[in-house]
């Protein structure tokens, strides 16, 4: 088997390995994986409104895992993409509930370049960091994880205007124009709340992947992330190098946390904890192998489970992540896996 097919063997191998493993569990708690996953897929492709809902929650798991995997082209694991997402999101937002009567192809294009902008100013302190004094972007980005977290608790609560809070915990809605929501898209899916962020994530996997694959930029980031010290000796400048991947992961991040603010909630609220979607959409982009035409195909599978999850009747819900824990530790592991497919090889070789 090529290496190119490999590429798209492991992650399909890992995802029936991963699901097998689960219905294993199943078993061992009683429960019937063969009604458990019948349940889970009809659930998620039984209504046009679950299907809209479907196309709702890839959008910004696509785009987060966009900026992760730009991140470890170069080399860097960065944790950060909550932190990331949810500074996008907070400041999207406040910039939508402050001018709330913008047409709104001006309100979603400021939307967007706040998003990235906020995202990018994030992921920049841990880029200049590890640039200039060395430091772990694993360590940095967590403790910025918990400096943006209760940073925008404080914006919520104490800074943003009481004229656009609902309660001290939530503002109100952002209005129509700044919604992301789109009333044609929500009728044709029986009122889901998919949005024009599944369009915006398609058009970034494209920008995404021409940069890393046909421009020099692209060349040099995944050159810094094979050997600095390489990149350097043949001209490269790996600290700007370095500081600019970051930004670009921590830009795309804060765009898939404006998504998820202003495309499915529609408003801003306080968070107890680092957002679900920065977690899994690390996790997609690890299913994808950090390519980026296979990161929609992950976020699929993903949205599927969470809006398939549940109706999981007696289930809990909470097996669904375990599977999904699974399908990230065959694919972690995948050195078992093509060692498996290159045993089968050199056995049909013979």
Same mark, same amino acid.
């Given at each position: 088997?090529?290496?190119?097919?490999?590429?798209?063997?492991?992650?399909?191998?890992?995802?029936?390995?991963?699901?097998?493993?689960?219905?294993?569990?199943?078993?061992?708690?009683?429960?019937?994986?063969?009604?458990?996953?019948?349940? $889970?897929?009809?659930?998620?492709?039984?209504?046009?409104?679950?299907?809209?809902?479907?196309?709702?929650?890839?959008?910004?798991?696509?785009?987060?895992?966009?900026?992760?995997?730009?991140?470890?082209?170069?080399?860097?694991?960065?944790?950060?993409?909550?932190?990331?997402?949810?500074?996008?999101?907070?400041?999207?937002?406040?910039?939508?509930?402050?001018?709330?009567?913008?047409?709104?192809?001006?309100?979603?294009?400021?939307?967007?370049?706040?998003?990235?902008?906020?995202?990018?100013?994030?992921?920049?302190?841990?880029?200049?960091?590890?640039?200039?004094?060395?430091?772990?972007?694993?360590?940095?980005?967590?403790?910025?994880?918990?400096?943006?977290?209760?940073?925008?608790?404080?914006?919520?609560?104490?800074?943003?205007?009481?004229?656009?809070?609902?309660?001290?915990?939530?503002?109100?809605?952002? !209005?129509?124009?700044? !919604?992301?929501?789109?009333?044609?898209?929500?009728?044709?899916?029986?009122?889901?709340?998919?949005?024009?962020?599944?369009?915006?994530?398609?058009?970034?996997?494209?920008?995404?992947?021409?940069?890393?694959?046909?421009?020099? $930029?692209?060349?040099?980031?995944?050159?810094?992330?094979?050997?600095?010290?390489?990149?350097?000796?043949?001209?490269?400048?790996?600290?700007?190098?370095?500081?600019?991947?970051?930004?670009?992961?921590?830009?795309?991040?804060? $765009?898939?946390?404006?998504?998820?603010?202003?495309?499915?909630?529609?408003?801003?609220?306080?968070?107890?904890?680092?957002? !679900?979607?920065?977690?899994?959409?690390?996790?997609?982009?690890?299913?994808?192998?950090?390519?980026?035409?296979?990161?929609?195909?992950?976020?699929?599978?993903?949205?599927?489970?969470?809006?398939?999850?549940?109706?999981?009747?007696?289930?809990?819900?909470?097996?669904?992540?375990?599977?999904?824990?699974?399908?990230?530790?065959?694919?972690?592991?995948?050195?078992?896996?093509?060692?498996?497919?290159?045993?089968?090889?050199?056995?049909?070789?013979?």
């Amino acid at each position: 088997m090529s290496k190119q097919t490999q590429r798209w063997a492991v992650p399909l191998i890992a995802v029936f390995l991963g699901m097998l493993l689960g219905a294993v569990l199943m078993l061992i708690f009683g429960y019937n994986p063969f009604w458990a996953y019948n349940d $889970l897929l009809y659930t998620a492709f039984g209504s046009i409104k679950n299907i809209g809902e479907i196309f709702r929650a890839m959008g910004p798991l696509i785009l987060i895992a966009l900026g992760f995997s730009v991140a470890s082209k170069a080399g860097f694991f960065n944790i950060g993409l909550p932190g990331q997402a949810l500074i996008g999101w907070v400041m999207a937002g406040w910039f939508a509930l402050s001018f709330p009567d913008l047409p709104k192809p001006i309100s979603v294009l400021c939307t967007i370049v706040i998003g990235l902008v906020a995202g990018g100013l994030a992921a920049a302190v841990p880029g200049i960091l590890r640039a200039y004094l060395g430091t772990s972007e694993v360590i940095v980005t967590i403790m910025m994880n918990y400096i943006i977290l209760y940073s925008t608790q404080y914006l919520i609560q104490d800074v943003f205007s009481d004229s656009i809070m609902r309660t001290t915990e939530a503002t109100i809605k952002v !209005s129509q124009n700044a !919604s992301y929501q789109i009333e044609w898209l929500s009728n044709l899916t029986d009122h889901s709340r998919i949005n024009i962020g599944i369009f915006i994530a398609l058009i970034a996997v494209v920008i995404v992947w021409f940069m890393m694959k046909k421009t020099t $930029l692209g060349y040099e980031i995944t050159s810094v992330g094979i050997n600095p010290h390489a990149s350097e000796y043949a001209g490269m400048p790996s600290k700007r190098l370095i500081i600019m991947s970051m930004v670009i992961s921590g830009a795309i991040a804060g $765009l898939g946390g404006t998504v998820e603010g202003l495309g499915t909630f529609e408003n801003v609220y306080t968070q107890t904890s680092s957002l !679900s979607i920065g977690w899994d959409g690390m996790a997609v982009s690890l299913l994808a192998i950090n390519n980026a035409i296979g990161i929609p195909f992950a976020a699929f599978l993903y949205a599927v489970l969470s809006v398939g999850k549940t109706g999981m009747i007696g289930v809990p819900s909470e097996i669904v992540d375990v599977i999904s824990a699974f399908i990230i530790f065959f694919v972690g592991s995948d050195y078992i896996i093509r060692r498996f497919l290159n045993s089968k090889k050199v056995e049909g070789g013979k």
